[in-house]
């Protein structure tokens, strides 16, 4: 047996998986080769020609299927890794293997566009208007026992934190994405997640117009959650329409 096909057999062994087909990779020539390597394997990540656990060929195999240097693929792979789409492993059984993005990782990305893009309060606002208002059919059938003792202890200790002077518009989105998590929707949860910086943004901005903002809200947020325990979704819809208009009359441009 060669000596490369000692090591393919040894890589296979060591993955779990097959050995990735040499063939999958094609040579390219740009200025920005790292990027055209890095969407390549997204493609094939995407038809599924590259699977979670698949474990990459060596850098030095890599460097003549694509026809670059080692630097290139380097930048390549960094680029990989902090995408979330290879896990790179040192030692015996190192190297670059295929990983699955997690909803974590994704939400940061969405996380970190949307707090660095120039949004204005006005539009988180009018976002918020469709996407909360949305998802309240869900919440009020989904919505478990649980949930909906969690939601009543957030609205006795916002209750408390007004009655202290120490409630926050954190709070205030705290109680939101809580009820977004009572869809059961791993992708709501994540959106909403995202959202958190503009959202956090929006409601200070509308609390530097009204300070006391606040007070009517933590009661329309107990008023919703016993719309929701009612099963009453044109209760909590209209209570959530008009909490959320009352924001957005505050931050018009």
Same mark, same amino acid.
């Given at each position: 047996? !060669? ?5 393919? !057999? ?35 990540? &995407?038809?599924?020609?590259?699977? $979670?656990?698949?474990?990459? $060929?060596?850098? *030095? %195999? ?7 240097? *080692?630097?290139?693929?380097? %930048? ?81 200790? =916002?209750?408390?934190?007004? &009655? ?9 989105? @705290?109680? +939101? ?6 869809? =059961? ?10 959202? +958190? ?18 007070? /009517?809200?933590?009661?329309? +947020? /107990? ?12 209760? @909590? ?5 008009? =909490? ?5 009359? *505050?931050?018009?441009?």
């Amino acid at each position: 047996m !060669s000596t490369r096909a000692s090591q393919t !057999s040894e890589n296979e062994a060591q993955s779990g998986r097959a050995a990735v087909p040499q063939e999958l990779f094609k040579a390219v020539s740009s200025s920005r080769v790292s990027q055209v390597i890095v969407e390549q394997i997204r493609r094939l990540l &995407k038809e599924e020609r590259l699977q $979670p656990g698949d474990r990459l $060929p060596s850098e *030095r %195999e890599l460097c003549v299927q694509f026809g670059v240097s *080692r630097v290139t693929i380097r %930048e390549a792979l960094r680029i990989l890794e902090v995408n979330g789409l290879v896990e790179i492993r040192v030692g015996a059984r190192g190297g670059a293997f295929v990983t699955a993005p997690t909803s974590s990782r994704v939400s940061e990305g969405l996380a970190d566009l949307l707090t660095l893009s120039p949004l204005t309060a006005s539009q988180v606002t009018e976002a918020r208007l469709i996407f909360e208002l949305g998802v309240v059919p869900l919440v009020v059938e989904r919505a478990t026992e649980e949930d909906v003792a969690d939601l009543r202890a957030m609205c006795d200790a =916002h209750a408390e934190a007004m &009655k202290e002077g120490q409630y926050t518009m954190e709070l205030s989105t @705290a109680f +939101h994405i809580r009820v977004a998590a009572c869809t =059961h929707n791993p992708a709501i949860e994540m959106l909403v997640q995202s959202f +958190h910086g503009p959202m956090l943004m929006s409601l200070r901005e509308a609390q530097a117009i009204e300070p006391r903002m606040g007070r /009517r809200g933590t009661k329309e +947020h /107990r008023e919703f959650v016993e719309a929701i325990a009612a099963r009453d979704a044109e209760a @909590a819809t209209r209570i959530m329409r008009t =909490h959320l208009e009352r924001t957005a009359s *505050r931050v018009k441009d």
